[in-house]
């Protein structure tokens, strides 16, 4: 038994020392594995998106929008275009809104955007920015 304990100490004691070295960093990530930040703010994209799609879905934001000459189906495809941060600072001027607020703020956020849009040629909505 003193035999086996003499061969198999140092063999337990090295196993532990390697064991709670630090591990080194991975390497970064393979082209096709994303890490946690990406996947994090992908969500928080996607959610933004849905807030501002929610807040477009409404009737009363709809018919304002026709009032205003533009059609809800280019609005739809104007908020699928927007980058992340785009769509980020639109989803937090709608939480900036008191509660109850009329919906003029949020018609006229999308207005502008849509206006920057046109004046800078990305777009072809207003014919009065040519």
Same mark, same amino acid.
């Given at each position: 038994?003193?035999?086996?304990?003499?061969?198999?100490?140092?063999?337990?004691?090295?196993?532990?020392?390697?064991?709670?070295?630090?591990? &080194?960093?991975?390497?970064?990530?393979?082209?096709?594995?994303?890490?946690?930040? #990406? *996947?994090? +703010? %992908? @969500?928080? $994209?996607?959610?933004?998106?849905?807030?501002?799609?929610?807040?477009?879905?409404?009737?009363?934001?709809?018919?304002?929008?026709?009032?205003?000459? &533009?059609?809800?189906?280019?609005?739809?495809?104007?908020?699928?275009?927007?980058? #992340? *941060?785009? +769509? %980020? @600072?639109? $989803?937090?001027?709608?939480?900036?809104?008191?509660?109850?607020?009329?919906?003029?703020?949020?018609?006229?956020?999308?207005?502008?955007?849509?206006? &920057?849009?046109?004046?800078?040629?990305?777009?072809?909505?207003?014919?009065?920015?040519?």
């Amino acid at each position: 038994m003193k035999k086996l304990c003499r061969y198999l100490s140092p063999l337990l004691i090295a196993a532990l020392m390697l064991g709670s070295l630090p591990v &080194v960093a991975a390497p970064a990530p393979a082209s096709g594995m994303i890490t946690t930040q #990406d *996947a994090l +703010a %992908a @969500q928080g $994209a996607q959610s933004d998106r849905e807030r501002i799609h929610d807040v477009l879905a409404r009737e009363d934001v709809r018919e304002q929008l026709v009032a205003q000459g &533009v059609d809800p189906a280019e609005v739809e495809a104007r908020v699928a275009a927007l980058s #992340d *941060a785009e +769509a %980020a @600072q639109m $989803a937090d001027r709608l939480d900036q809104m008191p509660a109850g607020a009329s919906v003029v703020g949020a018609l006229f956020a999308v207005f502008v955007i849509l206006l &920057v849009t046109d004046i800078l040629g990305l777009t072809n909505v207003f014919p009065f920015t040519r």
